[in-house]
């Protein structure tokens, strides 16, 4: 107790002291704008992470998070445009910051004219599939669904959404064919596999977990570079014989249009220490996702990149692409 | 068409629906109706514009060949509509002038004219409205609860 | 008995004093922000949750449940006092409550609708309790071509919402369908209808519409009439503030409809609550034999969809206990604070943490009590409302409403939407197209839409699949009555007529 104290206090004089030593400290609450509205994906994620980072006395000032839904990320994006040059604004990015604009010509503007701050985390995935369906591995389902074409079906979500890309490029890849069915949520997608309606999904594995050690899901790959630790057992997608480029979905940190330096270089600072904060990796740990830091410059590259790799891959599925 | 019908109310939300159908049809037949996997986005707008069209048709229809002219009853309060429109008008403006003078000012004036214009109370009374219930908001909403309310160029 | 195992084992934990202190924290947090809009039940979980991590996490989860909870049961009062939506799930509270408060009966409608709260709300945890395995595999079999049929006795209603023209009704409806199909369609990612307008990618909010077309438009009608007082307050005396035994006896089926409804509506995740408030409220009306009353007061129009809303959330409990499945945002902020307290939500959860499962299912029969104990002395406190004059009331509404819209997404343009909406309100008013049918088909707009596109998906065009399921099959049957019901009744009716002769 009293060295968590101590741990806490010395938290705070290095927060203090690291924030003078680049000239921008948050002097009025932080606002950190999300797409989803309270207990969606990035909004739990947000609110999860600064609760840790609280309880590891990396924050100077209160961090609020402030949801701004509606199209995706389109009224986040243009929230963020009004902010341009305002140093108390951050946003919690997801993929969808990156496909969206691709599809949506209405929307306001693109992920690259924000400022990039840090990615923060990868999140794996796994396909799963019914305890009672007849495939133990994903060549099992992938011949099934070359022998009966377009008889397959898989839940997920938007056609922009990571399962449909990774589904579009399994097929391209392997030439089966099997139908997409999109659900607006995550629960109605494991609802209707588990009631045998669909018959594979793409899952994140913290939402699978309790149904696979259950015996209710049986995972089927994961969609990694390397076997995450809650499943050893899992094969990843090239383990399992299917060698098709990783479709990464990342979440990081992006702030309004020009935010001064000094700012950003706090911002990048505050995350590259939360990244080895016990709490937040802890949490990180309980969820299944891996901790994927990268600073500024390093974002701004991987997101023009992953960019151009979506743009593709949506051209390839037949969506049609307007930027 | 004699004025009459032209201030028809049932005649015209017809045609303007009938208007919206053909809208809603036109858009809808450029998205794909029926996709290789599936209805396609168009499939359900095509649907229910068509059924707004030929309903809002039968709607003008019946009301061009009814054997009474219009409907009587009750006279109009024109007086009262007038100032219902007029405190909607007085609300509505009220919303881009929150973005630069902030929900209590915007606020306070919407009560202001509430209870003076509308309500044909005295000045002082529109005045100490104007003040007490923004005073309350600011204390329920930001304060209490924490909700966020709009905020204009001067920082409240 | 394992159940009853488990419950006593349950009170044992919801009893101690700190969980029940914090029950009650709960209820009253939960009756505060159900009663005022602007701030959502997963909005305030959302803003709890850090202040929780450090509680013990069974009185934690029992008192961002009560919130949960609890705010259906605050959800009517502005309902029934001023037209006005507190929450997504009291739309229809309005048709029949609002009725009731303009007749004097405002204390009764507040009531009756905690006590509708409290019965169905009960007997859903009942429900859960005793049935929860059986039920839980029933919802799973519950997929896109049963949804269909729902969404179709969902519209089948609008036969029964109709005022004096079936034309004007099924007319708004459409336009309801339309609203509802603005913005991004899910499956294609195609932008429709939002002319340029990047605000309207992501669709038109529910709670915009209806606090629009209620709430905005009642105040335009009554600065026309002029109406100083176009409530009757309530007259003093503790007789005027319960509701009468008539009142609750006509009552009785409609708690209990509104129990089951809402309770089986409420496990489907992906249906929201507003569903299942208009479904029971069109049952209701659909079996009672005085239908000619709803939409003037009649007491079972408001307790069967408040019953409805407050079962549902019992429901939700299901899915998430069961199987980890959150059927909304609050019910995910729960399921993302029993994850960060280290719990593993799913179908062993029952069986590792006892303590957390029985002590939350004990802890709703305790909360339902308090909610009771808590709103009936509310009820002439909320009655005075009425007695505020007219011009700061109104003042009062405009303001409650603009920041009701504006917290959707703290977007300006949702209030715009929000004055838009009260003037097509008031335009539809003094035309006579009643604007019950157009909320209806806003809300059910995009399941229906889905649930088709889903089902022709999964049969590859077949469109049998919507009719040939026997639990489809058996709801389209219900909603063939439904529609055919005020023929049967009129055939009923003539022939009692010529027998009496």
């Known amino acids: 107790m009293r060295l968590s104290v101590l741990a806490a206090v010395a938290g705070i004089l290095v927060t203090v002291a690291s924030a003078h030593a680049q000239g921008f400290t948050p002097t009025r609450p932080v606002e950190v704008v999300v797409h989803t509205g309270p207990g969606g994906g990035t909004d739990a994620f947000a609110r999860a992470m600064f609760t840790a980072l609280r309880k590891d006395g990396l924050l100077p000032v209160n961090f609020l998070v402030v949801n701004k839904t509606g199209g995706g990320s389109a009224t986040a994006m243009r929230y963020l445009q009004e902010k341009t040059g305002d140093d108390h604004t951050i946003a919690i990015f997801s993929s969808v910051w990156i496909t969206d604009p691709l599809v949506q010509k209405e929307a306001p503007l693109t992920i690259d004219q924000l400022t990039p701050i840090s990615r923060l985390v990868l999140e794996p995935a796994l396909f799963v599939v019914n305890a009672k369906s007849p495939y133990k591995t994903l060549k099992d389902f992938i011949d099934a669904a070359k022998a009966n074409p377009g008889q397959l079906k898989q839940s997920g979500g938007s056609v922009l959404a990571r399962d449909a890309v990774v589904r579009h490029v399994l097929r391209a890849h392997t030439g089966a064919d099997w139908s997409f069915i999109s659900f607006p949520s995550g629960g109605e997608r494991v609802a209707a596999l588990l009631g045998g309606h669909v018959d594979i999904m793409m899952i994140e594995p913290s939402e699978a977990g309790e149904l696979i050690r259950s015996g209710r899901l049986r995972a089927l790959a994961q969609i990694a570079d390397t076997r995450i630790p809650g499943f050893p057992d899992v094969p990843t997608l090239k383990e399992a014989g299917f060698d098709v480029p990783n479709v990464p979905q990342a979440r990081g940190v992006v702030a309004p249009p020009k935010m001064p330096a000094a700012a950003v270089a706090y911002y990048e600072d505050l995350f590259r220490r939360a990244s080895q904060s016990p709490a937040y990796k802890q949490y990180l740990a309980d969820t299944q996702l891996e901790n994927a830091y990268l600073g500024s410059s390093d974002l701004a590259g991987f997101l023009k990149q992953y960019q151009n790799q979506m743009r593709e891959i949506l051209k390839g599925a037949g969506v049609a692409v307007v930027r | 068409m004699p004025p009459a019908r032209l201030r028809d109310g049932e005649l015209l939300s017809g045609a303007a629906l009938a208007g919206l159908g053909v809208y809603i049809v036109s858009e809808a037949s450029q998205w794909s109706f029926l996709g290789p996997t599936g209805p396609g986005p168009g499939f359900f707008p095509v649907c229910y514009g068509v059924a707004m069209v030929v309903l809002s048709l039968v709607l003008v229809g019946r009301r061009l060949f009814a054997s009474r002219p219009a409907r009587g009853g009750e006279a109009p309060n024109r007086h009262g509509v007038a100032v219902a429109l007029l405190t909607w008008l007085a609300f509505a403006l009220t919303i881009p002038l929150m973005k630069y003078l902030g929900f209590l000012v915007a606020f306070g004036l919407l009560t202001f004219f509430v209870v003076v214009v509308v309500f044909r109370r005295s000045i002082a009374a529109g005045v100490a409205a104007a003040v007490l219930c923004p005073a309350a908001f600011q204390l329920v909403f930001p304060v209490l609860l924490q909700v966020r309310l709009p905020v204009g160029r001067f920082g409240f | ?501």
């Open chain 3, 1 to 501: 008995m394992e159940a009853v195992r488990g419950l006593l084992h349950g009170f044992g934990v919801a009893l101690e004093p700190v969980n029940l202190m914090w029950c009650v924290i709960g209820c009253f947090l939960g009756t505060i922000i159900g009663i005022l809009p602007g701030l959502g039940p997963a909005a305030t979980i959302a803003m709890l949750l850090p202040l929780t991590f450090r509680m013990d996490p069974t009185g934690g989860i029992i008192m961002l449940a009560g919130i949960y909870y609890g705010a259906k049961y605050g959800g009517s009062t502005t309902s029934i006092l001023l037209n006005m939506p507190g929450e997504a799930s009291s739309v229809v509270t309005c048709i029949d409550g609002y009725q009731m408060a303009r007749k004097g009966r405002a204390g009764a409608a507040l009531g009756i609708a905690a006590i509708a709260s409290f019965v169905a709300g009960t007997i859903g945890i009942v429900i859960l309790t005793f049935l929860a395995p059986p039920l839980a595999e029933l919802a799973l079999s519950f997929s896109s071509p049963e949804f269909f049929a729902l969404m179709v006795l969902g519209l089948a209603l609008v036969v029964l919402l109709a005022g004096d023209s079936m034309l004007k009704a099924v007319l708004a409806l459409l336009l309801g369908l339309w609203l509802a199909s603005i913005g991004t369609d899910l499956f294609t990612a195609q932008t429709r209808f939002t002319m340029g307008q990047s605000d309207l990618l992501g669709g038109i909010e529910f709670m915009v519409i209806a606090v629009g077309v209620y709430a905005i438009t009642e105040v335009m009608l009554s600065i026309e009439n002029r109406e100083e007082a176009r409530l009757l307050p309530v007259p003093r005396g503790l007789r005027n503030y319960l509701p009468s035994w008539e009142e609750l006896k006509a009552c009785r089926f409609a708690f209990l409809n509104g129990s089951l409804t809402g309770f089986f509506i409420g496990t489907l995740p992906g249906a929201a609550s507003s569903v299942s408030s208009f479904v029971s409220y069109g049952i209701e009306k659909a079996v009672s034999k005085r239908p000619e009353l709803f939409g003037h007061g009649a007491p079972e129009g408001l307790a069967a969809p408040e019953g409805a809303n407050n079962a549902d959330s019992s429901g939700a409990m299901l899915p998430l206990l069961s199987f980890g499945i959150p059927a909304g945002g609050s019910t995910a902020m729960l399921l993302s604070a029993l994850i960060l307290w280290g719990y593993r939500p799913g179908p062993l959860l029952i069986q590792e943490s006892p303590d957390l499962f029985w002590g939350l299912v004990a802890s709703m029969y305790i909360g339902n009590v308090v909610l009771l104990l808590m709103n009936l002395p509310l009820v002439p406190l909320f009655a005075q409302i009425l007695r505020i004059p007219t011009h700061i009331l109104f003042s009062i509404v405009l303001g409650v409403s603009i920041v009701g819209a504006y917290s959707v997404s703290g977007n300006l343009f949702d209030v715009l939407m929000l004055a838009a909406f009260g003037l097509l309100g008031y335009v539809m008013a003094k035309l006579s197209y009643p604007t019950a049918p157009l909320v209806l088909g806003f809300v059910l707009g995009d399941p229906l839409e889905r649930a088709v596109r889903q089902s022709l998906t999964m049969s590859q065009g077949d469109p049998s699949i919507l009719v040939a399921r026997p639990i489809a099959a058996v709801i389209l049957l219900v909603a063939a009555v439904v529609l055919c019901s005020p023929l049967i009744r009129r055939l009923v009716g003539a022939g009692r007529r010529t027998a009496a002769t």
